[in-house]
């Protein structure tokens, strides 16, 4: 009877344990990269000579344990309401506040897994400092302009240490007005730059005005030929979550030469303001 009975706890026993749902797994270990295997990929390789200021650059950090590499997505195309047909409002949202809530949690733990991705290069173009916000694994796709004659480019990865430096020759006609907004401290000011010509043409990101001026999406405006007369410069302020952001802006008549003349303007944007205006200068004949 004894002997009936502890067999019958032990298989009680048994089934038991195997109803017990299995441990839960520990969440994967946040990935560490090791910078001193990194590399920095620039193309065009650039150097000799060259009869095209405009460059269209590609950089990428790659590190080649990434156990996740993400892909390049197609660069975005820029378009013109009134040539897409217009506004058309979005969908109503049908989604609950829990849905909303995982949905954001999801993100967010997503965010602190890639957060080692997000890097600042500090570059240097003809002596002009510039930081750019880089992503490990994703090229980043600049446009610059080089100066006629020698040009010399440098871009540091500082936690790593990775460094490209690249110097060729320009052949071509000298620009003779650039203005460029660069970024102040650590700081991405969201918004873009508006350049007025005397004539009252408005050069905008990514279109060429009756005279020739171009305002390139990278924040950089250049005129070969640049009309007298009083230039003015506007800020349109974004989003950035809700959060102030300082802009300079540098404007450079007759670089590098007996003649050189130069502006300089900062200013502290406040979010979902309108044109600032920064200031005017003057072109002369």
Excluded: C
């Amino acid at each position: 009877m004894k002997a009936g009975l502890v067999l019958s706890l032990l298989l009680s026993a048994t089934f038991l344990g195997a109803q017990k749902p299995p441990p839960a797994k520990a969440p994967a270990a946040a990935y560490v990269p090791d910078l001193k295997l990194w590399r920095m990929d620039v193309s065009p390789a650039l150097g000799g000579w060259s009869g095209d200021r405009a460059v269209a650059l590609k950089v990428k950090l790659v590190d080649p344990k990434d156990p996740n590499p993400p892909k390049d997505e197609p660069q975005p195309r820029y378009f013109d309401y009134e040539e897409d047909g217009g506004y058309e409002p979005p969908a109503e949202d049908t989604r609950t506040a829990d849905q909303l809530r995982k949905e954001r949690l999801a993100r967010e733990a997503e965010a602190a897994r890639n957060a080692w991705r997000s890097r600042t290069l500090l570059v240097w173009l003809n002596g002009a400092s510039m930081r750019w916000q880089a992503s490990v694994g994703t090229s980043l796709n600049m446009e610059l302009t080089a100066q006629n004659g020698e040009n010399r480019l440098e871009i540091l990865e500082p936690d790593s240490g990775l460094k490209v430096v690249r110097s060729w020759w320009v052949s071509t006609t000298r620009t003779r007005l650039r203005v460029v907004s660069l970024q102040v401290n650590d700081e991405y000011a969201s918004g873009s730059l508006q350049v007025q010509e005397p004539d009252g043409a408005l050069a905008q990101g990514g279109r060429r005005t009756p005279s020739g001026g171009m305002l390139r999406w990278s924040g950089e405006y250049t005129h070969d030929t640049p009309p007298p007369g009083t230039y003015a410069l506007k800020w349109t302020g974004g989003w950035r979550g809700g959060k102030p952001a300082r802009i300079h802006v540098e404007a450079v008549l007759d670089g590098g030469t007996d003649q050189e003349r130069r502006w300089t303007w900062e200013r502290l944007i406040l979010p979902g303001s309108g044109p600032v205006m920064l200031g005017t200068f003057d072109v002369e004949p």
